[in-house]
């Protein structure tokens, strides 16, 4: 085996640390170790699920699955397990381990009861990730190794840099080396869909999957089609955390795609078939659109413009033209607040704060909304400026203070065999 032609980021080392103090020194193990990256949205928000598109951008924080096949000597496995057929996985973030046999899959698919017991309750989330990829893979017909799994990851939780895709990625990579797939992609948002009761669309896994470094993923989420599409040279991305908790998400979330179904259904009695939000072009919508009551009208608005505006973003990035590219981040931002309503006072501040900083070219929030992230585009160098304000802004206005995390594009996950020196 050759050495891996990457220079490992912070959680795969610390994951592949972490698997060889598990195995007591013991080298005789298969290993290898998965990495898969969160993501950043520049352009399209709430589009995903109405079969639109996104153009996400792949950020170098990760989740690492270090991954050693059978691990029937373990003092865990021992004492819980058949041997040789525990797949146990160690999360070193959350300082919790739980193991599945894997002759009791279908039990776990079948039985809410065995699913609750594996994943111990809703306090143990990790688990349900994890487990939920692993029968989503048996469901798909892989062959699930036995072993142990060790998980580190750096991507800030529940933030809107999506780290349960880069989770999802990770464990699908460490236990199948059958490589970064459209088809993985779809796999783990079902994992997320089924066994972690979350809606989500496609795109965080697929960035996680399939981006490349230095490029934009444009994808369209009807049918799966893509183009990485390069990022103008000089350009940088930084995400600021609000550091407000985005507790209202997942009501709120909920509400908004019950508030697109109601609006199809409306809307269909005017303009006929209509299988989602991608098939009404912003021309038959203005014609429409007083068929609406608000805050409908709205929240459709906000989504015809949205998938208009990453089109017209990949042809200012195909030009390389920044300026008009982060204009159209800004309009997408106004669109979330006031449209789409799903921004906060300390979002609104940060998009307005960093907008005053000379190299900025345009500034959003990211994610679903409701409290997380902003990510900022702007011209290399202009990092210390934008902190500066930024920070400044949010403590005199909310005495808090923001992280801010410069962030570099990243490729889409990959397995690479671990070494015994790391
Ligand atoms: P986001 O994807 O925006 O970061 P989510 O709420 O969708 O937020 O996912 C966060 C969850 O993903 C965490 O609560 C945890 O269960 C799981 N997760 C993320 N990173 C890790 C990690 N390094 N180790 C274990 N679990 C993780
Ligand atoms: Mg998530």
Same mark, same amino acid.
């Given at each position: 085996?050759?050495?891996?032609?990457?220079?490992?980021?912070?959680?795969?080392?610390?994951?592949?640390?972490?698997?060889?103090?598990?195995?007591d020194?013991?080298?005789?193990?298969?290993?290898?170790?998965?990495?898969?990256?969160?993501?950043?949205?520049?352009?399209?928000?709430?589009?995903?699920?109405?079969?639109?598109?996104?153009?996400?951008?792949?950020?170098?924080?990760?989740?690492?699955?270090?991954?050693?096949e059978?691990?029937?000597?373990?003092?865990? !496995?021992?004492?819980?397990?058949?041997? =040789? +057929? $525990? *797949?146990?996985?160690?999360?070193? %973030?959350?300082?919790? #381990?739980?193991?599945?046999?894997?002759?009791?899959?279908?039990?776990?698919?079948?039985?809410?009861?065995?699913?609750e017991?594996?994943?111990?309750?809703?306090?143990?989330?990790?688990?349900r990730?994890v487990a939920?990829?692993?029968?989503?893979?048996?469901?798909?017909?892989?062959?699930?190794?036995?072993?142990?799994?060790?998980?580190?990851?750096?991507?800030?939780?529940?933030?809107?840099?999506?780290?349960?895709?880069?989770?999802?990625?990770?464990?699908?990579?460490?236990?199948?080396?059958?490589?970064?797939?459209?088809?993985?992609?779809?796999?783990?948002?079902?994992?997320?869909?089924?066994?972690?009761?979350?809606?989500?669309?496609?795109?965080?896994?697929? !960035?996680?999957?399939?981006?490349?470094? =230095? +490029? $934009? *993923?444009?994808?369209?989420?009807? %049918?799966?089609?893509? #183009?990485?599409?390069?990022?103008?040279?000089?350009?940088a991305?930084?995400?600021?955390?609000?550091?407000?908790?985005?507790e209202?998400?997942?009501?709120?979330?909920?509400?908004?795609?019950?508030?697109?179904?109601?609006?199809?259904?409306?809307?269909?009695?005017?303009?006929?078939?209509?299988?989602?939000?991608r098939?009404?072009?912003?021309?038959?919508?203005?014609?429409?659109?007083?068929?609406?009551?608000?805050?409908?009208?709205?929240?459709?608005?906000?989504?015809?413009?949205?998938?208009a505006?990453?089109?017209?973003?990949?042809?200012?990035?195909?030009?390389?033209?920044?300026?008009g590219?982060?204009?159209?981040?800004?309009?997408?931002?106004?669109?979330?607040?006031?449209?789409?309503?799903?921004?906060?006072?300390? *979002?609104?501040?940060?998009?307005?704060?960093?907008?005053?900083?000379?190299?900025?070219?345009?500034?959003?929030?990211?994610?679903?909304?409701?409290?997380?992230?902003?990510?900022?585009?702007h011209r290399?160098?202009?990092?210390?400026?934008?902190?500066?304000?930024?920070?400044?802004?949010?403590?005199?206005e909310?005495g808090?203070?923001?992280?801010?995390?410069?962030?570099?594009?990243?490729?889409g996950?990959?397995?690479?065999?671990?070494?015994?020196?790391?």
């Amino acid at each position: 085996m050759t050495s891996p032609a990457v220079v490992w980021p912070e959680p795969a080392g610390r994951a592949s640390r972490g698997l060889l103090e598990l195995l007591d020194e013991d080298m005789s193990r298969r290993r290898r170790i998965s990495i898969a990256p969160g993501r950043v949205n520049l352009l399209g928000g709430h589009t995903d699920y109405n079969d639109g598109f996104v153009l996400p951008v792949a950020v170098d924080r990760y989740v690492s699955c270090a991954f050693a096949e059978g691990v029937e000597h373990t003092e865990h !496995t021992e004492r819980t397990g058949p041997k =040789g +057929k $525990a *797949l146990e996985f160690v999360s070193l %973030d959350f300082g919790d #381990r739980f193991m599945l046999d894997i002759t009791d899959i279908d039990r776990y698919r079948e039985s809410a009861d065995a699913f609750e017991r594996l994943t111990g309750g809703p306090k143990n989330r990790w688990r349900r990730y994890v487990a939920g990829v692993v029968i989503e893979m048996e469901a798909a017909g892989s062959s699930i190794p036995t072993g142990l799994g060790v998980i580190a990851g750096d991507v800030p939780l529940g933030s809107g840099l999506s780290s349960s895709a880069a989770l999802e990625a990770a464990v699908y990579l460490a236990l199948n080396n059958g490589g970064a797939t459209p088809e993985a992609a779809l796999l783990c948002q079902r994992a997320e869909n089924r066994w972690v009761g979350v809606p989500c669309g496609v795109m965080d896994q697929f !960035t996680s999957f399939m981006a490349e470094a =230095g +490029k $934009a *993923l444009f994808l369209d989420c009807r %049918d799966l089609t893509w #183009r990485n599409i390069p990022l103008p040279a000089g350009t940088a991305v930084t995400v600021i955390d609000s550091g407000v908790q985005r507790e209202l998400a997942d009501g709120e979330y909920l509400k908004r795609r019950q508030e697109i179904e109601t609006s199809l259904t409306i809307l269909r009695k005017v303009t006929g078939p209509l299988e989602s939000l991608r098939d009404l072009s912003p021309e038959v919508f203005e014609e429409v659109e007083d068929i609406l009551p608000e805050p409908l009208r709205s929240r459709v608005q906000h989504v015809v413009d949205a998938n208009a505006r990453v089109r017209e973003g990949v042809t200012r990035l195909v030009l390389e033209e920044s300026e008009g590219f982060g204009e159209l981040m800004v309009d997408c931002h106004l669109s979330l607040a006031h449209l789409y309503e799903v921004s906060t006072s300390e *979002l609104d501040l940060i998009v307005e704060r960093s907008l005053t900083v000379d190299g900025v070219f345009g500034a959003r929030l990211t994610g679903a909304g409701f409290g997380g992230c902003c990510v900022v585009f702007h011209r290399e160098g202009c990092e210390g400026p934008l902190r500066e304000r930024v920070e400044k802004g949010l403590e005199s206005e909310f005495g808090r203070r923001p992280t801010v995390h410069h962030l570099h594009s990243a490729d889409g996950a990959g397995v690479y065999p671990i070494e015994d020196q790391i």
